[in-house]
C-alpha cells in the first residue's frame, strides 16, 4: 500500500504565502507524476500543478506566476509554494501520485487525507 500524508496547510491573509508538503511511503517500485488538486465548497476537485518524474511541469493558469512545485524523487516529496495568496485559493488540498506498485504493473492513482488552505481577505 501507499499512503501520501500532507502538511502545511492553514489560515493565511490575502497576498500571504503558504507551503505544502506530502510525503510518500509505503510499498512500491516508482512513483510517476505528483501533484495538487484542489477542491472549493460545492465545486469540483481541479488540478492545481503536477510535475513527472523527468521533471516536467503543468499549472492551472489560475495559479501560474503565484504558486511553485517542487520534487525531491529521492525522498518520494513534492511541495508546493504558494505567494501571493487570493480568498479564491481557499480550498481542500490533496497530495495525488501515480505509482508503480511492481516492476511490470499498472499505474494507479493514490491521494492523501487533504490539508485545508484559506485565505482571508
Do not use: H
Given at each position: ?17 503558504l507551503?505544502?508538503?506530502?510525503a510518500a ?6 512513483i510517476n ?6 477542491q472549493a ?23 501560474k506566476?503565484?504558486f511553485t512545485?517542487?520534487r ?28 508503480r ?16 488552505v484559506?485565505?482571508?481577505?
Amino acid at each position: 500500500q501507499v499512503q501520501l500524508v500532507e502538511s502545511g496547510g492553514g489560515l493565511v491573509q490575502a497576498g500571504g504565502s503558504l507551503r505544502l508538503s506530502c510525503a510518500a511511503s509505503g510499498s512500491f517500485f516508482s512513483i510517476n507524476a505528483m501533484g495538487w488538486y484542489r477542491q472549493a465548497p460545492e465545486k469540483q476537485r481541479e488540478l492545481v500543478a503536477t510535475i513527472t518524474s523527468g521533471g516536467t511541469l503543468n499549472y492551472a493558469d489560475s495559479v501560474k506566476g503565484r504558486f511553485t512545485i517542487s520534487r525531491d524523487s529521492a525522498k518520494n516529496t513534492v511541495n508546493l509554494q504558494m505567494n501571493s495568496l487570493k480568498p479564491e485559493d481557499t480550498a481542500v488540498y490533496y497530495c495525488n501520485a501515480l505509482v508503480r506498485t511492481t516492476f511490470r504493473g499498472y499505474e494507479y492513482d493514490y491521494w492523501g487525507q487533504g490539508t485545508q488552505v484559506t485565505v482571508s481577505s
